[in-house]
């Protein structure tokens, strides 16, 4: 019988978040996400990382790496995989900090129910603002036209880094 340690995936997110959100910043990093996850009896610690001003490099990867590498070991107490990578060009936006995060950049929405004007459940938009009372404020591609879609009514919002609006 083996003896393998019990984690507590929960408390292990909750004290390394911080410590990265502050290594990001450091570099001019905004930080998407933190997971730790166990696959194939493997565990990952796998972060997402974000620029505002350039595209994330495999530089920044690494330095984030370097920098967090020493302070990872003395809060995770198994052996674990280190992935930072950036968003990736087609990310699906997984919270309402990402909705401010990607202000202003180029969406692929899919709603529940179909967008009342036009009837639509899937189209390009930019994201103008989002507020909890109000939604998610976006900008139609195709006709420019301006309305608010309800949290509840969203399915998906797919980032589409490749179609940048300036």
Request: glycine share 2%; with cysteine; hydrophobic share 35%.
């Given at each position: ?29 905004i930080l998407l996400e933190t997971d730790f996850v ?78 009342e004007s036009s009837g639509e459940k899937i189209f ?14 976006v900008e139609k591609t195709d006709n420019n036209k ?21």
């Amino acid at each position: 019988m083996t003896s393998e340690k019990i984690v507590n995936k929960q408390d292990i997110l909750e004290k390394i978040t911080p410590v990265i959100e502050k290594l990001a910043q450091e570099q001019n990093l905004i930080l998407l996400e933190t997971d730790f996850v166990k696959e194939a009896g493997n565990w990952h610690l796998r972060i997402f990382i974000y620029s505002q001003d350039h595209p994330v490099s495999h530089e920044d990867c690494e330095n984030l790496t370097k920098n967090l590498s020493e302070y990872a070991d003395s809060l995770i107490p198994v052996n674990y995989y280190l992935e930072v990578s950036s968003p990736g060009i087609n990310r699906k936006l997984k919270s309402s900090r990402e909705y401010n995060i990607f202000r202003d950049k180029q969406v692929e929405i899919k709603l529940k129910q179909p967008e009342e004007s036009s009837g639509e459940k899937i189209f390009t938009a930019k994201i103008l603002e989002y507020s909890p009372d109000a939604g998610l404020k976006v900008e139609k591609t195709d006709n420019n036209k301006i309305f608010y879609i309800k949290e509840e009514n969203i399915s998906f919002v797919k980032l589409q880094l490749n179609k940048e609006i300036k």
